[in-house]
């Protein structure tokens, strides 16, 4: 089967690759409005893109619902900073319900009773349970389209202490059941199926 995508209206282009990349990870994005509203939303359209310096990009469309920004893009244009959260598998359901489209001035984290800590270096705060915390500085935002593409720079991170071996600075990453995108809107995947393959030298 051949494909060309420039012949598929958006929803059938958005179906198409959301079922062929796969996994994604997710980034639970954590952001803070002008007015200090706590903003919590999930996007699977997202990466690590670096070591040096440490980068992560963010691939944010417009609201369905209006065709406007979403409120992570205008947080993130306003303060410059947010945390991405990651996700395991006893989140899963509350943060599927962060994706509800909200009026600007309600909050996620109030809606549906999450709880958050306050990061070490930027102004929005962590979700509490999320294993692993990326607090992040915006370095640029290049408009495609309806696409944002997202650069930032992570200042500082958080893991649980369950999951950090302090002596090897290793990550146990099977404890941490991070869930992950598969296909369309509703499908996810989870983390615990980790076999190694040897590379060459």
């Not at 952001?31 to 359209?45: C, H, K, R």
């Not at 990651?86 to 001035?105: H, N």
Request: proline fraction near 9%; aromatic fraction near 6%.
């Amino acid at each position: 089967m051949e494909i060309d995508l420039t012949n598929l209206a958006p929803t059938e282009r958005y179906r198409f690759l959301t079922s062929v990349v796969i996994p994604r990870p997710i980034a639970w994005v954590t952001s803070l409005s002008p007015d200090g509203t706590i903003n919590a939303a999930p996007f699977s359209f997202f990466n690590v893109f670096g070591s040096k310096p440490p980068l992560v990009v963010l691939g944010i469309g417009n609201r369905p619902d209006t065709g406007k920004p979403k409120d992570t893009v205008l947080n993130i244009k306003s303060s410059g900073q947010f945390v991405i959260n990651t996700v395991s598998e006893p989140q899963a359901e509350l943060m599927a319900k962060t994706s509800a489209s909200l009026p600007r001035d309600e909050s996620e984290i109030d809606t549906f009773g999450l709880k958050t800590t306050p990061s070490s270096r930027i102004s929005p705060p962590r979700i509490d349970g999320a294993p692993v915390s990326l607090e992040c500085e915006l370095h640029s935002i290049q408009e495609i389209g309806q696409n944002r593409l997202i650069i930032a720079k992570i200042v500082y991170a958080s893991v649980a202490d369950a999951f950090y071996d302090p002596a090897s600075g290793t990550i146990d990453t099977a404890a941490m059941k991070i869930i992950g995108r598969m296909h369309g809107p509703d499908g996810y995947c989870t983390t615990t199926q980790i076999f190694d393959i040897e590379r060459p030298d």
